[in-house]
């Protein structure tokens, strides 16, 4: 089956290794997501799945990687949390509940974790990701977000 793994639940894993198979996944997966960042390649890949504060989750449907979402967590005065990052779904298998395995499996680590919330941002635009974030429990927050580029 590939990529070594913990398996969540069915369909969707944790990574725990890299290898050839992950790395074409997210070579076809990162430019659907977007134009302007390159696919991590397999350092990359390495970095993320040997951090410890990093949950890498895969989903599979009929055996090929079809999605993937990153879990970061951190911790800060005010307590543990986390933030779910990079969340893509193969356009073959958009509308089939991949994106909200993923996005349950990772609220339900994150908790197992002991992070007392976990946060997410999503585009305006992406409508169909937005009303699947609020059906699962996320609250939409009334904030400035500023980002400052390197």
């Known amino acids: ?17 890299v290898d050839d198979e992950l790395v074409a996944a997210f070579d076809r997966l990162i ?16 970095e993320i799945v040997g951090n410890p504060e990093t949950a890498l989750f895969v989903a599979r449907v009929d055996g090929a990687i079809v999605g993937a979402l990153t879990l970061a967590f951190y ?3 005010t307590g ?6 990079d969340v893509v779904v193969d356009d073959a298998v958009r509308g089939r509940g ?3 395995a ?3 499996a990772a609220v339900d680590e994150a908790r ?12 305006p635009h992406r409508e169909a990701a937005n009303r699947l974030y609020q059906r699962i429990g996320f609250e939409q927050r009334v904030t400035n977000f500023y980002r400052l580029k390197f």
């Open 75 to 77: 911790r800060i005065p």
């Open 98 to 100: 991949v994106g909200e």
């Open 112 to 123: 197992r974790r002991g992070a007392k919330d976990v946060s997410l941002t999503s585009r």
């Open 31 to 46: 430019p659907q997501l977007s134009t302007s960042s390159p696919a991590p390649g397999r350092d990359g890949l390495e």
């Open 1 to 17: 089956m590939g990529v070594a793994s913990h398996v969540v639940t069915d369909g969707i894993v944790i990574a725990t290794a």
């Open 102 to 104: 993923l996005s349950r």
């Open 80 to 85: 543990r949390k986390a933030w779910i990052e």
